[in-house]
């Protein structure tokens, strides 16, 4: 309020009131330290339904919205006075003080006092009303939130004139539902009966009409792109060649992507092509480059509430690093780049991918894939099942006509998995096939789930009867949980009691 220094910007203060809102349910609370959490909910209560913008007005067609009656100047053809209920516009509390008030008089300033601040707010109702040249339509509700609502004080004033009209003028809105053509100022509107369809039953198996089957031209998949095929064909045709999202608000995402962006980053930063950098001073350099970095980069992680998570990243990450570069000193590996886009063709499979971090021991390249997570046995769990698609295919496009490894490099935990044999194999973890042979089966899976797509069929895994129609030959198994992270739940209405 201070810093608003009496400009009277209408948003500056609704941001002001909920802060002091905040400040008043702290000071309540009477404590000495605040657990972050427990200042994060007070933070979700006082904001839960946003602070609106005084001064913008939502307007649609040929409309023009104030929020003030006050504010309408002009002659206007018709009035809709939306939520026309009690008590009306208030007389602002004095905020000088006698004295002040004194001051301000002898120096020939002469401030509203209350009595006339409700004689111009009364006259702003009634100017309102006497502007409107046509029509003026007032609209009361009947409640508001779960209390009655009260008569708006022009509502005391019109009553007088008005009782004598009655029904004339009163219109209960309840007729729009009870009567087949209800007049209301000067338009008719028509009740119809409207028809009752069922909605579409949920179905594993959906046609593609030819215009869906076209987008197929020139298609490159990713290890994502890949990894939904695998799991629903439905989910991957509307998703990947349809193109089909789910509407989302700009939002920020979530921490654990934040982390992850910084150590990305971060490595980018310190790994520059050629031999790897001392092991000395890299954790130094690491923590300078996370302080600088991380209000660029992932500013909400500075909120209260991630204090414990940042705290544990800012020993996490530099050490991470550490242990990596260590990692590369060790096997005689030297960087070749980071964040490097690659394309490549394997098996008719056009292939394309972003490979955080490429390596070579002499003339052996290999791949190493970051990860900020906290469930390493899924990573793990990969690679022994055959199920690492993502290394599969970096490895296939990292280099052109070599087959390079991979590994998934935790850094959190600051684990390398790769399979048994490879180069950057750490822990033994004996893979039921190689990152090649998954290649392999990933392009043979993928031509089968392509010949039932050019006979327009689409499976849709997480339907109870999919498994009827999976192709046998399918290398990798139907997923337990094909719909756990799909976005389209509604739209193919799994879950659905067909009827
Ligand atoms: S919700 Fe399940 S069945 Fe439907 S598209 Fe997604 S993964 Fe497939």
Redesign the pocket.
């Given at each position: 309020m201070a810093t608003d220094a009496g400009r009277g910007d209408a948003l500056f203060l609704a941001v002001g009131a909920a802060a002091g809102a905040f400040v008043r349910a702290i000071d309540a609370l009477e404590l000495e330290v605040l657990p972050a959490l427990l200042i994060e909910r007070v933070l979700t209560e006082v904001l839960a339904e946003g602070v609106a913008n005084p001064g913008h007005a939502a307007e649609a067609g040929g409309l023009r919205a104030i929020y003030t009656p006050s504010a309408l100047w002009a002659p206007a053809p018709r009035l809709v006075w939306w939520s026309f209920v009690g008590p009306g516009e208030k007389v602002a509390n004095t905020t000088w003080s006698r004295a002040e008030q004194a001051v301000l008089a002898a120096a020939g300033v002469e401030l509203e006092s209350a009595p006339e601040a409700a004689v111009r707010i009364s006259g702003g109702y009634a100017d309102a009303v006497l502007r409107v040249g046509e029509q003026a339509l007032f609209v009361r509700p009947a409640l508001s939130g779960a209390a009655e609502t009260v008569a708006h004080p022009l509502e005391h004033q019109l009553h007088l004139m008005i009782e004598q009209a009655g029904k004339l003028v009163r219109w209960r809105a309840e007729r729009l539902l009870a009567e087949p053509a209800a007049q209301l100022a000067q338009r008719v509107l028509p009740r119809a009966a409207v028809d009752i369809m069922d909605a579409p039953a949920p179905r594993?198996r959906w046609r593609v009409p030819a215009a869906g089957l076209a987008r197929l031209a020139n298609r490159r998949e990713s290890a994502t792109t890949l990894g939904?095929l695998l799991?629903?064909?439905?989910?991957w045709f509307?998703?990947d060649v349809l193109r089909l999202r789910a509407g989302r608000f700009a939002e920020i995402p979530e921490a654990n992507q934040l982390f992850g962006n910084l150590a990305h980053e971060i490595v980018n930063g310190l790994l520059p092509p050629g031999p790897p950098p001392a092991v000395a001073d890299i954790r130094s350099r690491a923590v300078e480059l996370f302080e600088k970095l991380l209000p660029r980069m992932a500013a909400p992680l500075q909120q209260p509430e991630f204090a414990g998570e940042l705290a544990a990243a800012r020993e996490r990450v530099p050490a991470a690093l550490e242990a990596l570069v260590q990692i590369l000193h060790a096997r005689g590996l030297e960087v070749v780049g980071s964040e490097l886009d690659r394309e490549g063709e394997v098996g008719g499979l056009a292939l394309q991918g972003r490979l955080d971090l490429l390596v070579r021991q002499g003339a052996m390249p290999a791949v190493i894939d970051l990860k900020w997570t906290s469930s390493a046995r899924r990573y793990r769990e990969e690679i022994a099942e055959g199920r690492a698609v993502q290394l599969a295919v970096y490895g296939a496009i990292a280099e052109p006509g070599t087959a390079a490894t991979g590994a998934y490099y935790l850094l959190r935990q600051r684990r390398l998995f790769a399979p048994r044999g490879s180069l950057l194999a750490e822990e033994d973890i004996e893979a039921v096939r190689g990152l090649d042979e998954t290649l392999h089966e990933v392009i043979d899976d993928v031509a089968l789930w392509r010949s039932q797509l050019d006979g327009g069929n689409l499976?849709?895994?997480?339907?109870g009867e999919?498994a009827d129609h999976r192709p046998s030959e399918l290398m990798f198994e139907a997923?337990k949980e094909?719909?756990?992270?799909?976005?389209?739940?509604g739209?193919?209405?799994?879950?659905v009691e067909a009827l």
């Open positions: 594993a939904r799991n629903c064909q439905l989910s509307a998703q499976l849709a895994t997480g339907m999919a997923p094909p719909c756990r992270f799909c976005d389209l739940t739209l193919c209405r799994v879950g």
